[in-house]
């Protein structure tokens, strides 16, 4: 029988064991999204059954007498799911067809959980095999020695598909580290109400006239013109080299990027470009969903955005090819498809990775959403200029005519992020913070000196 | 001394006996209890803090080689122009624990009558504290935002002509920084300033008022003094959390503008998970340590001067 005291004492016992795994229960993550591909189980169940059966058929896929071994390769996306998955379902159920051995276990997760996911999979030993990156992040890990020089080890016919300053994102020096993927080049999306309202009857087509029309657009409609590009992108879209031709030494603090960034100063003081806000999307978006701002560089998934934020302004959305500088370039953010150098199966990897990224299936993934391809024959299809009607299909028929001479904006450097950021002081200091603009840049230059003799 | 007959000298000691057993038993309880929490410690807190130790001697980055350096993560802290501003911020925040201790003495005063509806304003006041500080620095970011509430006010009252930048110039971003923690803190320290006014004894009070002094030197010359423990412990608290304040430099700032919020948690932070220099991280960790641990001595030696031993020996 139990008395009062064992009672307390196994109410004690249960409560130390309760709070123990409440405890617990918060750790591990939710973040990824684990699926592996829908034929995955048919295949395993196969391969376990039909062992010898399945060695004929490798030989004779192969062409080769060597027995191929059953490999899984793990692909990460990022936030990709569920909105394709069928897409990539189907895709993977081809691969693992015309490949036998091989089956695709894929993993999707937010963009902030990716680089600290990949990096604490690769000191545990359980590096996936083909992983989507971006351009920064890409250069970063390449920097750290962890992802396959595709320069080395891909084949030319492999690299030969994709359009070349896509494929030239990921170069440092003589290697390469990652297949360009699915990217989003900017198009001019602007607010064709406010534009009449300040009387001018088309967007600026360069930064130059940009600066005239954002004076007619403040003084007429109260709205700001343009939310500048970051510094870095301004210096891009001018062509002013950031860093040297090897890369050791900082490049930007000359008399042109100061004639630049006077000239922005000056536009700030006068009122007619705003502050702060430079570069960030977010901020660009809400001004112009708010009537505040004429017009946005952006891809044009920024439409959707619009179109269920602000139906209003939707109404009077118009696209134009976006603004440039005077190099001409169109800033293309590219996602990309790398090889962890610690992946056991580099040249199934490879194979994997080329495979996701070639004309048909980039094609057909354009065709799910308003992305462009990374290859030279997709890029050229009829697709992109078949939809005139709709502000998307106009979006796409722009960018179709100027993907040639878009580019991802990027140093080809390992730092290049921290070395962005530096740069973002520049404005920082004496935009908002009226410092003088020679001082500022020469704290930069100084930094960035640092950063590169790290 | 008699000596006890047999009988009654065993039931003593058998009575001693499972005195000690209970209390044996109820220190094992006490233990359970707090076994689970010690455990997790053990596995996030110390076992990290106990690593950092050798970490910092060593050029980790996951992925890299990992090679030893000695002393050379120390030396290039201590040469860093960064870890210095760093530093300097971190020691600049601490400016805000006299505002938060003075102002949460004060709610603390006010919130101490009994009154109807009052514990309706104590809880009022101390549901930012219970409020996850994501939460509020992602809508201070809101408020102080160009267009934000503030600027819309004082824009449309024609107060100023133009926007405040309270995050965007370095001039106010840290301060601004410091309003938000001083908002977020206020309710945890009026309710410790709570507890010690209540049990201040009221025939003191009395007494003084009946000798001619006013409700201000009441304050002044009875209640504060006697405060002297619970400002001491409100004291030592806020100079450590300002000291590591984190969450909002890293949801509001992320250090900027041009290092004006940059503070030693965050620079930390920063070199380990953006850069993947884990072993200067650990390396500005430890002189991190140093800092706090002589201010928490600066801090103890004036609270042991004339504190609780003044007013309780």
Not at chain 1, 78 to 101: G, T, V
Not at chain 1, 105 to 125: H, N, V
Not at chain 1, 177 to 194: G, M
Not at chain 1, 432 to 437: A, H, T
């Amino acid at each position: 029988m139990l008395t009062r005291e064992k009672t307390k004492r196994l109410l004690a016992i249960l409560l130390a064991a309760l709070m123990m795994v409440s405890m617990l229960a918060g750790c591990g993550e939710k973040g990824a999204d684990s699926k592996s591909s829908a034929s995955n189980e048919t295949v395993q169940k196969d391969s376990a059954k039909t062992d010898s059966s399945k060695d004929n058929d490798s030989e004779t896929s192969s062409g080769s007498s060597e027995k191929q071994e059953p490999v899984t390769l793990q692909f990460w996306t990022i936030s990709l799911r569920p909105a394709f998955d069928d897409y990539f379902l189907n895709m993977f159920s081809k691969y693992e067809s015309e490949h036998k051995n091989i089956t695709i276990e894929w993993t999707d997760m937010p963009m902030d959980a990716i680089q600290s996911k990949f990096l604490t999979a690769t000191a545990g030993g359980t590096a996936p095999d083909v992983v989507n990156l971006n351009t920064s992040l890409a250069l970063i890990m390449a920097g750290k020695g962890a992802l396959v020089d595709l320069e080395k080890e891909a084949t030319e016919e492999q690299r030969s598909i994709y359009i070349k300053t896509l494929y030239e994102s990921t170069r440092i020096k003589d290697s390469v580290y990652a297949f360009p993927w699915y990217n989003t080049p900017n198009v001019l999306i602007y607010n064709k109400a406010l534009f009449e309202k300040a009387g001018l009857p088309n967007p600026p087509k360069t930064t130059d006239e940009m600066f005239e029309m954002a004076k007619i657009m403040k003084e007429k409609t109260g709205a700001y013109l343009y939310i500048p590009e970051s510094l870095s992108g301004i210096l891009f879209m001018d062509g002013i080299p950031m860093l040297n031709e090897d890369k050791t030494k900082a490049a930007f603090n000359n008399q042109e990027t100061l004639n630049l960034l006077n000239q922005y100063k000056q536009a700030v003081d006068e009122g007619y470009i705003p502050k702060t806000g430079w570069g960030d999307w977010d901020v660009m978006l809400k001004q112009f969903n708010s009537g505040k701002l004429a017009m946005i560089n952006s891809g044009p998934q920024s439409l959707k955005r619009i179109m269920d934020e602000a139906p209003d302004i939707y109404k009077n959305v118009e696209i134009a090819q976006t603004m440039v500088g005077k190099a001409d370039i169109i800033p293309n953010p590219t996602m990309n498809l790398v090889v962890p150098a610690a992946s056991k199966h580099h040249k199934e990897a490879i194979d994997f990775a080329n495979f996701v990224t070639n004309d048909e299936n980039q094609l057909e993934f354009c065709k799910q959403v308003a992305i462009f391809p990374s290859t030279i024959k997709a890029s050229q299809d009829p697709f992109f200029k078949s939809d005139t009607t709709t502000l998307e299909g106009k979006a796409r028929a722009i960018i179709a005519d100027s993907l040639a001479k878009t580019s991802d904006l990027t140093l080809g450097h390992p730092k290049e992020s921290t070395i962005f950021d530096e740069i973002k002081k520049v404005v920082e200091a004496c935009i908002v913070g009226n410092e003088d603009p020679q001082k500022s840049l020469a704290d930069a230059e100084k930094k960035v000196n640092e950063i590169l003799a790290e | 001394m008699m000596a006890l007959p047999a009988k009654i000298e065993g039931v003593i000691i058998m009575m001693m006996e499972k005195h000690k057993m209970a209390k044996i038993r109820k220190t094992l309880v006490a233990y359970m209890f707090m076994a689970p929490a010690l455990l997790i410690l053990a596995a996030f807190l110390f076992y990290p803090i106990i690593y950092s130790l050798p970490l910092a001697f060593f050029d980790y980055s996951i992925i890299g080689e990992t090679t030893y350096v000695g002393w050379k993560n120390f030396s290039k802290a201590i040469n860093d122009d960064l870890f210095w501003i760093a530093v300097k911020n971190s020691v600049l925040f601490v400016l805000v624990v006299p505002p938060i201790q003075i102002l949460s003495m004060l709610l603390a005063m006010l919130v101490n009558r009994k009154i109807r509806g009052i514990n309706f304003f104590r809880a009022l006041y101390y549901i930012p504290v219970v409020t996850s500080m994501i939460a509020v620095s992602i809508i201070w970011g809101w408020i102080f935002d160009p267009d934000g509430v503030i600027n819309t006010f004082l824009l449309e009252n024609h107060i100023i002509k133009q926007p405040i930048y309270f995050l965007a110039d370095k001039r106010l971003a840290l301060f601004s920084l410091m309003f938000i923690t001083l908002w977020q803190g206020l309710g945890y320290y009026m309710m410790i300033y709570l507890s010690g006014l209540q049990s201040v004894p009221l025939d003191l009070e009395e007494s003084a008022m009946i000798d001619g002094a006013n409700k201000f030197w009441t304050i002044v010359k009875i209640k504060v003094p006697l405060l002297k423990p619970f400002i001491w412990f409100s004291t030592l608290v806020s100079v450590l959390s300002a000291v590591s304040v984190f969450d909002v430099v890293f949801v509001l700032t992320e250090g900027g503008p041009d290092n004006g919020t940059l503070v030693t948690s965050y620079y930390s932070y920063a070199k380990a998970f953006v850069d993947f220099n884990f072993g200067y991280s650990a390396a500005i960790g430890l002189l991190v340590s140093i800092v706090t641990t002589v201010l928490s001595a600066l801090v103890f030696a004036y609270g042991k001067k004339g504190g609780m031993g003044y007013y309780y020996d």
